[in-house]
């Protein structure tokens, strides 16, 4: 008897002490990580939890809101969070608040794995670790357009004229589908749409928006040209729902995040007919060679106002989480940013954007208030109740009021 | 009571509503008067997965700085009051100096987003407030003659739309109506228009909400009157059949005079929860077709940038919207008080 409890006190040692050091070493430390809801984030946290244990607490709040809880979470001091899991857009009210600490010194004492396109450093100074490429770009169902006899389309031009010729063969009634959702998807889309124009959205070197032009026109009346396949309740549809409305078989060409393809192409959800025709690629062109599309990034920052052993703690059970291990365990589930990460059909689409040389959303402090003043002010046009130029001019003017109640313009 | 007494009672409410409610709203007035600091900016090399960049960012550091030394901000006046999010003094003067018609200067004034929230705002209140309460009488006066083993199971079902959280009520209601729903697709059966959707069209959407705002509030009625309805002096109705009152005049003459006590209160109610819509805009996704003012407020502060002035700004104008409602009630409730008090 008293050999069995000494055997099983023994093993207990032994698998705490595995834990231990392949729990990371570390001796204490409180992690604490907000972020998004999806399936790669899922992996990095539950890699992270991995670490849990002799002293070590590590608990997270996954949730698709989590971008309006990270300033007043991370504003508090002591911290909400020890980390918040961003993307280049949803960084940036962190750094205007300076709300985020500088991680050059963990990445030389903890960040041997990383490689260096991994580190965002803004001013020379390492502020967040990316471990995921993120893009939105062309889902098409092969089978659909060999039907119509068209080829996939590399321009918006091309999905246009597929679009027309799915629905005049009664293929289908509304082939197209985007997240087109009233707020920050349509305002995503119009982001997307004006970058494929090549035009910039401020004066140089300015807050001044300028989209009220040519460019800006070309973008809106592509969206809404667009719009006219979609199903009619358009104005509804954000990444959830068109996921379901393409897993269903209602649409053959669809503008999505790649983030989406692992979950659409996996055997859940859908049907044989649809997974095996549905083909990611990259995002079409607007203007000549233009991708219409935008890069993210998806990575961690520690919080400046946690101790420096949480942040320590937090940042040796985050880069625990996006080890070989993780990526390898979840290759389809996201782009990963790592070495040992395998393409895949999942991931052909962010690839082709991101080779084809899409620009990364503008990491710009005031670029949040025009996507937000687009969500809102583009919807009329779409409608049919009011021309392009009067919907740019409503969305330079509510961008306006913003930036100067915000003070970056006078 | 003695006023002492009454003081000492009524203490530890009054506390929590000067510390809860009077403070808070005093706050969100003083925020609504400032604006933040003047940015300071810096162009600095970031770079990432997909390269080097130059790019504006924030001087954390010297905004810190400013914002220690004041923290609320700027002091700027009414001025967030009369900006083109609120209520475009300037875009509003324009509109009516260009204006070809009268129905050009409402389009103008309706593409401004506090007018277009006040336009929906007010049909709402306006629609949904009399219906409710014409609905929640009719359902207390049915109820009222349900033989009594029926009574319970009925007066449960009444009230499930009110027990229903809105958010859910509304979410569940969303997808029914969708052009996939059950509701949605036997509408385009009935209507033969394998395109009709009632998420689509303005005119539709607002349709959907007013129903969906009746739907949710007639219980609310139907509870304060079938109360009320239990309290009517059968002498006065006996009184009426013997002068030979048909059953509309015992309604019109003797029961609705009961219940207009009654009828007021469930008005100042519901105009003032109405002119707070919010959650069906957010259940259905409305926002596209439809706006409220506590929508505006709700949007200013979600998403990366949070517009915590505006927002108060917004605030501050639906206090007073609310408070401009319920004057007409309020003003005749006062006279009834005063003419009963001489």
């Known amino acids: 008897m008293f050999l069995k409890k000494l055997a099983v006190a023994g093993a207990?040692?032994?698998?705490?002490?595995?834990?231990?050091?392949?729990?990371?070493?570390?001796?204490?430390?409180?992690?604490?990580?907000?972020?998004?809801?999806?399936?790669?984030?899922?992996?990095?946290v539950a890699g992270a939890s991995e670490c849990a244990g002799d002293g070590v607490t590590v608990s997270a709040n996954l949730t698709t809101e989590h971008r309006d809880l990270q300033v007043a979470a991370l504003t508090a001091n002591p911290a909400q969070y020890s980390s918040a899991i961003v993307a280049n857009s949803s960084i940036v009210p962190l750094l205007n608040d300076g709300l985020i600490r500088s991680l050059d010194d963990l990445v030389a004492k903890h960040g041997e794995g990383l490689q260096p396109s991994q580190l965002i450093t803004i001013d020379g100074k390492v502020?967040?670790?990316?471990?995921?490429?993120?893009?939105?770009?062309?889902?098409?169902?092969?089978?659909?357009?060999?039907?119509?006899?068209?080829?996939?389309?590399?321009?918006?031009?091309?999905?246009?004229?597929?679009?027309?010729?799915?629905?005049?063969?009664?293929?289908?009634?509304?082939?197209?589908?985007?997240?087109?959702?009233?707020?920050?998807?349509?305002?995503?889309?119009f982001v997307n749409m004006y970058m494929g124009t090549g035009a910039p959205f401020f004066k140089a070197g300015t807050a001044e928006v300028a989209i009220n032009n040519d460019h800006g026109v070309?973008?809106?009346?592509?969206?809404?040209?667009?719009?006219?396949?979609?199903?009619?309740?358009?104005?509804?549809?954000?990444?959830?729902?068109?996921?379901?409305?393409?897993?269903?078989?209602?649409?053959?060409?669809?503008?999505?995040?790649?983030?989406?393809?692992?979950?659409?192409?996996?055997?859940?959800?859908?049907?044989?007919?649809?997974?095996?025709?549905?083909?990611?690629?990259?995002?079409?062109?607007?203007?000549?060679?233009?991708?219409?599309?935008?890069?993210?990034?998806?990575?961690?920052?520690?919080?400046?106002?946690?101790?420096?052993?949480?942040?320590?703690?937090?940042?040796?059970?985050?880069?625990?989480?996006?080890s070989d291990d993780v990526v390898r365990a979840n290759n389809d589930a996201a782009v990963w940013l790592s070495a040992v990460y395998e393409p895949s059909a999942a991931s052909a689409g962010v690839s082709a954007t991101a080779m084809s040389g899409a620009n990364p959303y503008p990491m710009l402090p005031y670029m949040g208030l025009l996507h937000g003043a687009l969500g809102a002010e583009i919807t009329e046009f779409l409608q049919g109740s009011e021309t392009a130029e009067q919907a740019l001019a409503d969305v330079e003017a509510a961008y306006t009021a913003a930036a100067k109640e915000k003070g970056f313009l006078k | 009571?003695?006023?002492?007494?009454?003081?000492?009672?009524?203490?530890?409410?009054?506390?929590?509503?000067?510390?809860?409610?009077?403070?808070?709203?005093?706050?969100?007035?003083?925020q609504s008067l400032h604006i933040e600091h003047e940015q300071v900016l810096k162009v600095t090399k970031n770079c990432g997965p997909f390269g080097?960049?130059?790019?504006?960012?924030?001087?954390?550091?010297?905004?810190?700085?400013?914002?220690?030394?004041?923290?609320?901000?700027?002091?700027?006046?009414?001025?967030?009051?009369?900006?083109?999010?609120?209520?475009?003094?300037?875009?509003?003067?324009?509109?009516?100096?260009?204006?070809?018609?009268?129905?050009?200067?409402?389009?103008?004034?309706?593409?401004?987003?506090?007018?277009?929230?006040?336009?929906?705002?007010?049909?709402?209140?306006?629609?949904?407030?009399?219906?409710?309460?014409?609905?929640?009488?009719?359902?207390?006066?049915?109820?009222?003659?349900?033989?009594?083993?029926?009574?319970?199971?009925?007066?449960?079902?009444?009230?499930?739309?009110?027990?229903?959280?809105?958010?859910?009520?509304?979410?569940?209601?969303?997808?029914?109506?969708?052009?996939?729903?059950?509701?949605?697709?036997?509408?385009?059966?009935?209507?033969?228009?394998?395109?009709l959707s009632l998420k689509a069209s303005p005119a539709l959407t607002w349709m959907t909400l007013i129903v969906y705002g009746i739907w949710h509030s007639a219980p609310f009625a139907f509870v304060v009157f079938y109360a009320g309805l239990q309290t009517v002096n059968s002498d006065s109705l006996e009184a009426a059949q013997i002068d030979g009152a048909n059953r509309w005049q015992q309604l019109r003459y003797v029961v609705i005079p009961h219940l207009m006590p009654l009828v007021i209160f469930i008005s100042l109610i519901q105009l003032?929860?109405?002119?707070?819509?919010?959650?069906?805009?957010?259940?259905?996704?409305?926002?596209?077709?439809a706006t409220s003012l506590s929508f505006i407020i709700f949007n200013d502060l979600r998403g990366d940038v949070m517009r915590f002035n505006s927002a108060a700004a917004t605030s501050v104008l639906t206090i007073l919207g609310v408070t401009i409602l319920l004057l007409p009630v309020l003003i005749r409730t006062w006279r009834d008080f005063k003419g009963k008090a001489i």
Request: proline letters at 4%.
């Open chain 1, 12 to 44: 207990v040692t032994v698998l705490s002490g595995t834990t231990a050091l392949a729990g990371c070493g570390l001796s204490a430390g409180n992690v604490n990580i907000l972020g998004n809801d999806f399936a790669a984030i899922q992996a990095v």
């Open chain 1, 127 to 189: 502020m967040a670790v990316a471990f995921m490429a993120n893009a939105q770009h062309l889902f098409y169902r092969s089978d659909v357009l060999a039907a119509a006899g068209v080829q996939p389309p590399k321009s918006y031009e091309d999905v246009l004229a597929a679009a027309a010729k799915i629905k005049s063969a009664g293929l289908m009634d509304h082939p197209v589908i985007m997240n087109t959702k009233t707020g920050w998807n349509l305002g995503e889309e």
């Open chain 2, 1 to 30: 009571m003695a006023h002492r007494t009454f003081f000492w009672f009524i203490l530890p409410s009054l506390a929590a509503m000067l510390l809860f409610i009077a403070l808070p709203l005093v706050s969100v007035a003083v």
């Open chain 2, 52 to 195: 080097c960049k130059e790019e504006t960012t924030v001087d954390a550091e010297a905004t810190r700085v400013l914002r220690d030394q004041k923290p609320l901000g700027r002091f700027n006046g009414l001025k967030t009051y009369f900006d083109r999010g609120h209520l475009a003094t300037a875009e509003v003067a324009q509109a009516w100096q260009e204006r070809s018609s009268l129905g050009g200067f409402l389009a103008d004034l309706y593409n401004l987003p506090l007018y277009k929230a006040i336009g929906f705002t007010l049909v709402y209140t306006f629609v949904v407030t009399p219906l409710v309460i014409v609905l929640g009488l009719a359902i207390a006066l049915g109820v009222n003659r349900v033989t009594p083993i029926l009574k319970g199971p009925t007066i449960f079902v009444s009230l499930l739309p009110m027990i229903v959280t809105p958010l859910i009520g509304s979410l569940i209601l969303f997808w029914m109506i969708d052009a996939q729903g059950i509701i949605g697709k036997s509408l385009q059966y009935f209507f033969d228009d394998p395109e």
């Open chain 2, 272 to 289: 003032m929860d109405n002119f707070r819509v919010f959650e069906p805009i957010v259940g259905f996704s409305a926002q596209a077709n």
């Open chain 1, 218 to 322: 070309a973008a809106l009346n592509m969206l809404k040209s667009l719009t006219e396949y979609s199903n009619p309740d358009y104005l509804t549809y954000d990444s959830n729902a068109t996921a379901a409305v393409w897993e269903a078989g209602q649409a053959a060409l669809g503008i999505m995040w790649g983030s989406r393809g692992g979950p659409i192409l996996d055997d859940e959800g859908s049907t044989e007919a649809v997974t095996g025709s549905t083909v990611l690629t990259g995002a079409p062109t607007l203007m000549g060679d233009n991708v219409a599309s935008t890069l993210w990034w998806d990575g961690f920052t520690i919080s400046a106002n946690v101790s420096d052993a949480d942040a320590e703690a937090t940042f040796v059970a985050l880069v625990n989480g996006i």
